[in-house]
């Protein structure tokens, strides 16, 4: 899959293990930036994420201290559905239910093996449509 990954100075070493641990996985990795701990903010990358989610990503994964502001801002962009993650079962139900495409961490909170573990099952797991169709829709319409 080819996945575009960003992350703000607080997040940049665990987005290098995490663009390794994707390669290893098989996938393409479209490292966004930052690419040094020098202070940035964080939306300058998370819209970077967003918009290519929007365009031809299958996924993002954005990190930042603790998440938060990186999913606030790719959920301002039309189609996009991030979720801060922090245990496996939200990693599976945000895709099995909420059909999320971007994965936020927060890098002051989760070590990279839990990140590595988390980001597995979320792209490992499926939508399931039905009933949850006509929900993701409703957040869809107010795009
Ligand atoms: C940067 O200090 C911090 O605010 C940022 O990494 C993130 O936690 C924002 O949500």
Redesign the pocket.
């Known amino acids: 899959m080819r996945i575009a990954i960003a992350s ?4 940049v070493e665990a987005k290098s293990s995490l663009i390794r641990f994707l390669k290893d996985q098989g996938h393409e990795a479209l490292d966004m930036g930052t690419h040094n701990s020098e ?1 940035c903010d ?1 939306p300058d990358y998370a819209s970077a994420v967003a918009k290519a989610v929007q365009g031809d990503a299958d996924y993002g994964v954005l990190v ?7 999913a ?1 801002t790719a959920n301002r962009f039309a189609g996009v559905r991030a979720a801060v993650i922090a245990d496996a079962f939200s990693a599976s139900m945000c895709r099995e239910h909420n059909n999320a495409n971007v994965i936020c961490f ?3 909170l989760l070590a990279v093996p839990a990140m590595e573990r988390f980001l597995d099952v979320f792209l490992k797991t499926s939508f399931a449509g039905g009933r949850h169709e006509g929900r993701v829709a409703k957040i869809n319409s107010y795009d």
């Open positions: 703000d100075h607080g997040g202070s964080y930042c201290g603790t998440g938060i502001g990186m606030m927060g890098a002051r």
